[in-house]
């Protein structure tokens, strides 16, 4: 069974940074991406990116979040700056063979088959 493993949460001040990493035990899947849930709300797509390098983000992180892979490694990371405590959150990294086309759909609308357990991430104001 195919197991996408999270690193890189933590605490940091307001303003600061922090790097996710997400790798999958197997596959080379085509779209990987990153998603967070906080107590309380639904879980938002944050970001993803193809196999190809194409890249979509939540409005909420433009400009400050940047998803990057390494293909040959079957890793997608999170480089997050400038974080706010709104930005505190159970980060989940996700799979699938496709992210839904030109719209992106089934990253907007948390359909892919594939998840990790989560890594916490939390920013003290």
């Known amino acids: 069974q195919v197991q996408l493993v999270e690193s890189g949460g933590g605490s940091v001040q307001a303003g600061g940074s922090l790097r996710l990493s997400c790798t999958s035990s197997s596959n080379t899947f085509y779209c990987m991406a990153w998603f967070r849930q906080t107590p309380g709300k639904e879980r938002e797509g944050v970001a993803a990116i193809t196999t190809t390098g194409l890249t979509n983000y939540h409005d909420s992180v433009k400009g400050r979040f940047t998803i990057s892979r390494d293909v040959t490694k079957s890793t997608v990371f999170l480089e997050m700056a400038n974080l706010t405590a709104e930005d505190t959150a159970l980060y989940y990294c996700?799979?699938?063979?496709?992210?839904?086309?030109?719209?992106?759909?089934?990253?907007?609308?948390?359909?892919?088959?594939?998840w990790g357990q989560g890594t916490q991430v939390t920013v003290s104001s």
């Open positions: 996700a799979a699938d063979s496709t992210c839904g086309g030109v719209t992106w759909h089934n990253f907007k609308t948390k359909n892919l088959s594939v």
